[in-house]
């Protein structure tokens, strides 16, 4: 029963939906109210068609109100990208001026197929058919069913798709896309890119030290990273490491808001995000796109694709654009979808999500399409099949859309921006900008990876734990070998297992670059660091930690164990070759692996071109007696040139017949080590000695060209 003197009201829809979706500003001590008022309006349209009490409809709208007066100061956007880079006061504070994206007349194509070996000739596929449009400082968002061409749209928005299959034009507030302009605005793509072992505010300043210019002071840069992990909500995890697969950290939504972070410590005047909500539930996902309306409500222009969401992240949206099989169904104001595709035919459910709908209707299942087949089923059934297909509800969406007349003034608007601007027609260049010197990234980034290695202990401590444990597995088989016809087998087996293992130890490094493969081209493209500082931080950090202190571990565990030499100048050679061996093998696997996207494919290659190298050694045959035609195999043998070298060091001056008389051995037995190794046919002068190292340092030199070549032509488009 109803309380006495309180009446019951009835709210259409479409009522509810014309509101203006003001109530997500949380502001001071007023945040809890109008988070109760947000959870309230998804209950008010669900139901829609029943009665509400007239106290809670008027607080609610109310709340509408105040939100309306805290937002009546608009943004006003300057002309240039530049001027999108400035501040303008408004009643609350600072607000950011976001940039007019408009694009015109849109084409993408991609070659498919081709073979040179099977003659089959490549076919074009059209992505992005003749988009046209204006995207304008609010929440902007491209929805669409899988495979419409959101992602693709969104990279060509953000000239992140390569230039080679695209046709039109995207002006930033009115004049051509900067060719750095990846560099300037903010994209955030749908796979977190942040490095898991460090925190969250290690993160932003790492961003901040290298996407801020010089000028900005250390202090300043400090302020905004400590102001950004306030807006962002994040303070009570900013010291928290966000986490790895092997690390606990942050939430999933928290962890998506340190991403878009990283992004906002420039102010760019577009931010772009590939799916925010992707691998989030449904709270987490609300709660990003509230900060996301939150910061357009601050004058950002925000672009971002999502597939299917729900109302209560729908209703944030400012301007939609629905996309299918690469093709425009609409585009405007998102509160005026509904009411358009009702004009068309198309009436949406009382208790339907507006998105569920647009989707449904998109792919042939909605209701309304299921009553229009019913109803021409019984006029032409023949027809029926043809035009109410998927393709036939294609073609009607976009014709349909072709004659609203928001597409013709949108159409009109941009002839308008297109000719106020001086424009170019070519294809636009793709520049990567930075805002700091090569010291200054090469310090930082050097100082990052030396700490993700050793926060990462799947890296340090284990490397370290289990080249100990090897070393002293050995050192027990070969312990205290004689100086007999046995210890001659003992320190050949010893010295080809040292040699092999550092070999295959550096399997390990293929991971190098495959892991953060994504994570690198994200942040070379967007400007923080060059390629080559990249390279060098990369192979120094794994070079000195994973390479240099276990080989140095495993030879001084290994070595008096087994019985070496004992004297200092055949110990530190002994090292410095086994090392030289490790970084020969180290940069071969980076050489296969720079350019493969999946670690067991180059596990493959690399454990075949090590067996192959391996039985050109020197121990499993004989290198003399192997055919002329197959001979120049052993040049190509990594372990090869380490074992001779360390053959050479050990076995040169050593006697195994000190009971007899050496210089006149009895037959077949081997005395001195120069004698095994005229046996093994190897040349132990002093430059027989030192070639092995000169070949060791030209194949590394090789190999690391190799590697930084596959990085510099790896494919950075998407």
Same mark, same amino acid.
């Given at each position: 029963?109803?309380?006495?003197?309180?009446?019951?009201?009835?709210?259409?829809?479409?009522e509810?939906?014309?509101?203006p979706?003001?109530?997500?500003?949380?502001?001071?001590?007023?945040?809890?109210?109008?988070?109760?008022?947000?959870?309230?309006?998804?209950?008010l349209?669900?139901?829609?068609?029943?009665?509400?009490?007239?106290?809670?409809l008027?607080?609610?709208?109310?709340q509408?109100?105040?939100?309306?007066?805290?937002?009546?100061?608009?943004?006003?956007?300057?002309?240039?990208?530049?001027?999108?880079?400035?501040?303008?006061?408004?009643?609350?504070?600072?607000?950011?001026?976001?940039a007019?994206?408009?694009?015109?007349?849109?084409?993408?194509?991609?070659k498919?197929?081709?073979?040179?070996?099977?003659r089959?000739?490549?076919?074009?596929?059209?992505? /992005?058919?003749?988009?046209?449009?204006?995207?304008?400082?609010?929440?902007?968002?491209?929805?669409?069913?899988?495979?419409?061409?959101?992602?693709?749209?969104?990279?060509?928005?953000a000239?992140?798709?390569?230039?080679?299959?695209l046709?039109?034009?995207?002006?930033?507030?009115?004049?051509?896309?900067?060719?750095?302009?990846?560099?300037?605005?903010?994209?955030?793509?749908?796979?977190?890119?942040?490095?898991?072992?460090?925190?969250?505010?290690?993160?932003?300043?790492?961003?901040?030290?290298?996407?801020?210019?010089?000028?900005?002071?250390?202090e300043?840069?400090?302020?905004k990273?400590?102001k950004?992990?306030?807006?962002?909500?994040?303070?009570?995890v900013?010291?928290?490491?966000?986490?790895?697969?092997?690390?606990?950290?942050?939430?999933?939504?928290?962890?998506?808001?340190?991403?878009?972070?990283?992004?906002?410590?420039?102010?760019?005047?577009? /931010?772009?995000?590939?799916?925010?909500?992707?691998?989030?539930?449904?709270?987490?996902?609300?709660?990003?796109?509230?900060?996301?309306?939150?910061?357009?409500?601050?004058?950002?222009?925000?672009?971002?694709?999502?597939?299917?969401?729900r109302?209560?992240?729908?209703?944030?949206?400012?301007?939609?654009?629905?996309l299918?099989?690469?093709?425009?169904?609409?585009?405007?104001?998102?509160?005026?979808?509904?009411?358009?595709?009702?004009?068309?035919?198309?009436?949406?459910?009382?208790?339907?999500?507006?998105?569920?709908?647009?989707?449904?209707?998109?792919?042939?299942?909605?209701?309304?399409?299921?009553?229009?087949?019913?109803?021409?089923?019984?006029?032409?059934?023949?027809a029926?099949?043809?035009?109410?297909?998927?393709?036939?509800?294609?073609?009607?969406?976009?014709?349909?859309?072709r004659?609203?007349?928001?597409?013709k003034?949108?159409?009109?608007?941009?002839?308008?921006?297109?000719?106020?601007?001086?424009?170019?027609?070519?294809?636009?260049?793709?520049?990567?900008?930075y805002?700091?010197?090569?010291?200054?990234?090469?310090?930082?980034?050097?100082?990052?990876?030396?700490?993700?290695?050793?926060?990462n202990?799947q890296?340090?401590?284990?490397?370290?734990?289990?080249?100990?444990?090897?070393?002293?597995?050995?050192?027990?088989?070969?312990?205290?070998?004689?100086?007999?016809?046995?210890?001659?087998?003992?320190?050949?087996?010893?010295?080809?297992?040292?040699?092999?293992?550092?070999?295959?130890?550096?399997?390990?490094?293929?991971?190098?670059?495959?892991?953060?493969?994504?994570?690198?081209?994200?942040?070379?493209?967007?400007?923080?660091?060059?390629?080559?500082?990249?390279?060098?931080?990369?192979?120094?950090?794994?070079?000195?930690?994973?390479?240099?202190?276990?080989?140095?571990?495993?030879?001084?565990?290994?070595?008096?164990?087994?019985?070496f030499?004992?004297?200092?100048?055949?110990?530190?050679?002994?090292?410095?070759?086994?090392?030289?061996?490790?970084?020969?093998?180290?940069?071969?696997?980076?050489?296969?692996?720079?350019?493969?996207?999946?670690?067991?494919?180059?596990?493959?290659?690399?454990?075949?071109?090590?067996?192959?190298?391996?039985?050109?050694a020197?121990?499993?045959?004989?290198?003399?007696?192997?055919a002329?035609?197959?001979?120049?195999?052993?040049?190509?043998?990594?372990?090869?040139?380490?074992?001779t070298?360390?053959?050479?060091?050990?076995?040169?001056?050593?006697?195994?017949?000190?009971?007899?008389?050496?210089?006149?051995?009895?037959?077949?037995?081997?005395?001195?080590?120069?004698?095994?190794l005229?046996?093994?046919?190897?040349?132990?002068?002093?430059?027989?000695?030192?070639?092995?190292?000169?070949?060791?340092?030209?194949?590394?030199?090789?190999?690391?060209?190799?590697?930084?070549?596959?990085l510099?032509?790896?494919?950075?488009?998407?």
């Open positions: 029963m109803r309380p006495v003197g309180v009446r019951r009201v009835n709210i259409e829809p479409t509810i939906l014309q509101i979706p003001r109530d997500h500003e949380l502001v001071g001590a007023d945040s809890r109210l109008l988070t109760s008022v947000s959870t309230l309006r998804p209950v349209w669900m139901s829609c068609s029943d009665s509400l009490h007239e106290e809670t008027n607080l609610f709208l109310r509408e109100k105040r939100g309306l007066r805290m937002s009546e100061n608009r943004v006003q956007t300057d002309p240039g990208l530049n001027g999108a880079l400035k501040h303008q006061s408004s009643g609350r504070g600072q607000c950011r001026q976001g007019t994206v408009s694009f015109h007349n849109i084409y993408y194509k991609v498919q197929g081709g073979s040179c070996f099977c089959k000739k490549a076919t074009t596929k059209d992505i /992005l058919i003749d988009l046209n449009g204006i995207m304008k400082p609010g929440l902007n968002a491209i929805m669409g069913p899988t495979g419409s061409g959101k992602s693709s749209f969104l990279d060509v928005l000239a992140r798709k390569d230039p080679a299959g046709l039109g034009k995207v002006l930033i507030n009115g004049a051509p896309q900067p060719p750095n302009f990846k560099c300037l605005s903010g994209y955030v793509v749908q796979d977190d890119v942040v490095m898991g072992t460090l925190t969250v505010r290690e993160n932003f300043t790492f961003s901040a030290a290298l996407r801020l210019p010089p000028s900005i002071s250390q300043e840069k400090e302020q990273v400590n950004l992990i306030q807006e962002l909500g994040l303070t009570r900013a010291d928290s490491r966000v986490g790895t697969q092997l690390i606990r950290g942050v939430s999933g939504g928290e962890r998506k808001r340190t991403n878009i972070g990283m992004e906002l410590i420039i102010d760019p005047p577009v /931010l772009f995000l590939d799916e925010p909500t992707t691998g989030l539930d449904a709270s987490t996902a609300n709660s990003v796109l509230l900060l996301l309306k939150r910061m357009a409500r601050n004058g950002r222009t925000i672009i971002l694709s999502i597939h299917q969401p109302y209560s992240i729908y209703r944030l949206f400012d301007s939609l654009t629905l299918v099989n690469g093709r425009q169904v609409y585009h405007g104001p998102a509160q005026s979808a509904l009411e358009y595709f009702s004009d068309i035919g198309y009436t949406c459910e009382p208790h339907n999500n507006p998105a569920d709908f647009f989707l449904d209707v998109i792919n042939g299942d909605s209701t309304a399409v299921a009553l229009t087949k019913e109803e021409n089923e019984d006029l032409d059934p023949d029926d099949a043809v035009s109410m297909s998927r393709r036939g509800i294609e073609d009607k969406l976009v014709e349909e859309y004659n609203f007349h928001h597409y003034e949108t159409k009109a608007e941009l002839e308008r921006i297109a000719l106020g601007k001086q424009t170019t027609t070519t294809a636009p260049s793709r520049t990567i900008t805002s700091n010197s090569f010291l200054t990234q090469f310090k930082w980034v050097l100082k990052r990876t030396f700490k993700n290695i050793l926060l202990p890296m340090s401590i284990a490397q370290v734990a289990v080249t100990f444990f090897l070393a002293l597995v050995v050192g027990a088989i070969f312990f205290g070998a004689p100086n007999n016809q046995s210890g001659i087998q003992n320190r050949f087996g010893a010295l080809f297992f040292i040699t092999v293992n550092q070999c295959f130890s550096s399997l390990s490094s293929a991971e190098l670059f495959i892991t953060e493969r994504k994570l690198f081209i994200h942040e070379y493209i967007s400007g923080y660091y060059r390629l080559s500082v990249y390279f060098l931080s990369k192979i120094l950090s794994d070079i000195i930690t994973l390479r240099t202190i276990p080989a140095v571990i495993f030879t001084c565990v290994s070595y008096f164990m087994i019985g030499k004992p004297t200092a100048e055949a110990f530190f050679l002994f090292v410095f070759t086994v090392i030289l061996t490790s970084y020969t093998a180290t940069s071969m696997v980076l050489a296969i692996s720079a350019d493969q996207k999946v670690v067991a494919i180059a596990n493959i290659f690399m454990t075949i071109a090590f067996i192959f190298m391996m039985i050109f020197g121990l499993l045959v004989n290198l003399p007696s192997i002329s035609w197959l001979a120049w195999l052993k040049y190509l043998s990594i372990p090869r040139y380490g074992l070298a360390l053959q050479i060091n050990e076995f040169k001056g050593l006697n195994f017949c000190k009971s007899q008389n050496s210089t006149q051995p009895p037959p077949g037995i081997t005395c001195t080590g120069e004698q095994f005229k046996e093994q046919g190897v040349d132990y002068s002093e430059w027989g000695f030192w070639q092995n190292h000169l070949a060791l340092i030209i194949m590394i030199t090789c190999f690391l060209i190799i590697t930084y070549l596959k510099r032509f790896i494919r950075k488009f998407t």
